[in-house]
């Protein structure tokens, strides 16, 4: 089950929708286990390649590079809740950035492809692949990480 932080928690209003949207992933996330082909069926190629063959796409090419509206980014395979818009930053890097998960719905895996060792973050529901973190660079975040998620992995929801 989805564990959700009280610093995440707490700083909302109660009856929010994100407060619910978190709340209710918690209590209803199960693992998602597909076939190849039932993925085929549900994903655009592009988001099978990324998704479930650990693919990159283009830097600076995804829809969520530079958005800043509020809400939540949930898995694109899946729709488990991964990331807050509050844990979004422009860090320049062509995809996505963000310093933190909402915790519970990834899963990191080392990863030795490229002749460099990095961490991959995973969704925790389904085992889509959603790109790499990375540490210790500088960015004056809460946590010093940088998770740098491809756009095509994610699917946004817009807070009212």
Request: contains cysteine; proline residues 4%; positive net charge.
């Amino acid at each position: 089950m989805l564990r959700l932080s009280k610093c995440i928690v707490t700083a909302l209003p109660k009856y929010s929708l994100l407060y619910k949207t978190l709340i209710t992933a918690a209590a209803t996330m199960s693992n998602v286990n597909k076939s190849d082909s039932e993925w085929r069926a549900i994903l655009s190629p592009e988001q099978f390649r990324v998704l479930r063959e650990k693919g990159t796409e283009r830097p600076g090419t995804g829809e969520y590079n530079k958005f800043s509206e509020k809400g939540v980014y949930n898995c694109a395979a899946c729709n488990t809740p991964l990331y807050t818009s509050d844990t979004k930053f422009n860090s320049n890097c062509g995809w996505p950035a963000f310093f933190d998960a909402i915790p519970g719905a990834l899963v990191r895996h080392e990863d030795t492809t490229l002749g460099m060792t990095r961490i991959e973050i995973c969704c925790n529901n389904c085992g889509g692949h959603l790109g790499h973190v990375f540490k210790g660079e500088g960015f004056s975040t809460p946590t010093d990480e940088r998770h740098c998620v491809n756009s095509v992995s994610l699917r946004f929801n817009a807070t009212v």
